[in-house]
Structures are given as C-alpha cells and as structure tokens.
C-alpha cells in the first residue's frame, strides 16, 4: 500500500492527458513512459534520447564505503585534470539508469566532476523492476533521509580523493532526487549552491523522511535554483508558491541562502521535462534549464572558472 506522498510521487510520473477510462496504473503508466517501466532504464527511442559521447573524458564505476557498506557509484569527468568542481548527481526514483550516466558525461563536458551514487543500493536494485507502484513500495519507501544523506557525505569525501575541489561542490537532482537537492542543501556545509528539477516541496512526516524542504527552508546552507513544471500532475504550484514564501521569511530573518534562492517555473512543462527518454521531455524547457543550472553553479563559485565562494 502506497502512502499519500508516495502515491502523489507516483501520479507524477503519468502523462497530463487523460486515459482511457477504467486504465490501470500500470497502463497509465506504459502510456507515459511508451512502454512498461522495464525499458526505463535505457533510452526509449533513440532518435529522441541524447547521447553524449564519452571522448575527452574519464568515466567509470566504483565505489565508496559508508558506515561498512560498499556504495556503488558512476562519475564522469574531464581527462586527465584534477582539482575539479563536483556535482553530485541524484537520480529520479527510477535510480541510477543511462540517462543519469548521461548527465554525468554532459556535465564533465562543462568541466565538472560529475558522480551519481546508487542510493536505493542497500534497499535493493530498482532496475530490476518492472513496476513502478511495486518499485516504490519495495525499495524508494523503504530508503531512509539519513541514510541518504550520509551516502552523499561519503560522495563528496570519495570527490575530494578522486581529482574534486571540495571548495566547489555543486548538487542537482531530479524528481526524487529533486527534494534530496533541497534536504542536502540544507544539512551539507560542503555544498555551495544546488540545481533541483522538479522535487517534491511538502510531505506527510514519517519515521524515515521526518522533514521535507518547506519545513527545512529556514536552515537553509545553501542557495537552490528550483525547476519546475506548470503542468506537473504530482507538484501543484501552490507548494511551490508556499515555498517561495517560506523562503523569503527566511531570507529576511537573516537566512542568505535562503533570500538567494530562486525559481524557475516552465508554465508548459510536465513533470520530468528534462528526461529525454520519456514523451514527458520537453526539449525547449530542458535546454533552457540546463543552461541556467550551469551559470547558477558558476554565478555561486561552483564553476569550471569561478572562485570558491567563501
């Protein structure tokens, strides 16, 4: 059984227009991602998905332990250079798949060391799924904040070993990974900005996920540069506008990450518009977030040229 921010995650993920009556979620589900959730692990077709090449960098797998356990994760990052800006990827609640190796290569294209850390792997392997619903309630229900965010600690001491600049450390994450961007950002001294696409704002409090961003945007250590869709099915913009009040509250009690932060919202764009592998993805909306995500590092000392910001 799904709860309810399990059960809104999931909506997120269908398409906008309506089904058939009497469609399953499972159906629904096929109808927005173009075929069952099994092939969500790779690109759908591949005239649509974007595929950046690997020459000029150095990517790979590894992994690094946490408290005993061995996390896996994959980087991406310009040949032969050291003293890199790292960006810790976060996946959707796919997990890591193709298209989150492929925004690691595209960032190591822009001259970060890009690594995307495999943060359901002690609950289970999530590409092994064929359904969403079982998928949520198996494994992402199960994985809990503190865990995640000690698995990202030992990603940025793994960054800081492996050619990383910890004075420049960046994170972006998407759907799922879009609400740990704003949890890290809130918790991590190393951080100094994050990019976080379409994560979810507000939530029911719960042994595993106690606090969602709305309640952390007072503790804030970090700007966040929040993206998002105006026709997101699970994200109503009433949560983003209560967060855009909560952090402006903050940002006036003295909060400077807080006041800096900012939102972009794409008044035409679905849910997960920047996957590119999925009939969500709207190309215009992607691009232009991307670009912003890098000048949003790069205006916060987490770029290629910047300085560290102090």
Request: charged share 20%.
């Amino acid at each position: 059984m799904l709860t309810s921010d399990q059960k809104n995650d999931f909506d997120a993920l269908l398409p906008g227009e309506s089904t058939e009556a009497g469609a399953s979620r499972r159906t629904a589900l096929k109808a927005a991602l173009g075929v069952g959730y099994a092939a969500a692990a790779m690109p759908l077709m591949a005239q649509t998905a974007i595929k950046t090449p690997a020459d000029g960098l150095r990517t790979g797998q590894t992994t690094f332990e946490v408290n005993g356990f061995k996390v896996p994760v994959i980087f991406s990052a310009p040949a032969g250079k050291t003293n890199l800006p790292v960006i810790l990827v976060i996946q959707e609640i796919f997990g890591v798949h193709e298209y989150i190796a492929d925004t690691t290569r595209r960032l190591a294209k822009a001259g970060y060391l890009a690594i995307a850390p495999e943060l359901y792997a002690r609950q289970g392997n999530p590409l092994q799924y064929t359904e969403a619903a079982k998928l949520m309630s198996e494994i992402v229900s199960k994985v809990p904040d503190a865990q995640v965010m000690a698995d990202l600690d030992g990603a940025v001491k793994w960054a800081g070993a492996n050619g990383g600049d910890l004075r420049k450390v960046g994170i972006t994450g998407f759907c799922w990974g879009g609400r740990i961007t704003w949890l890290y950002a809130e918790q991590s001294r190393n951080v100094k900005a994050g990019v976080a696409w379409y994560g979810r704002l507000v939530g029911t409090p719960s042994e595993l996920t106690p606090k969602h961003p709305l309640d952390l945007a007072a503790g804030l250590k970090a700007p966040v540069l929040g993206l998002y869709g105006g026709q997101d099915s699970g994200i109503p913009l009433t949560t983003v506008n209560q967060m855009k009040d909560a952090l402006a509250e903050a940002g006036k009690q003295g909060n400077a990450a807080a006041r800096a932060s900012e939102f972009v919202v794409y008044p035409a764009a679905p849910h997960a518009f920047h996957a590119d592998y999925r009939p969500s993805f709207r190309k215009e909306a992607a691009e232009d977030g991307f670009g912003r995500a890098l000048a949003w590092f790069k205006q916060h000392g987490v770029g290629p040229d910047a300085m560290p910001a102090s």
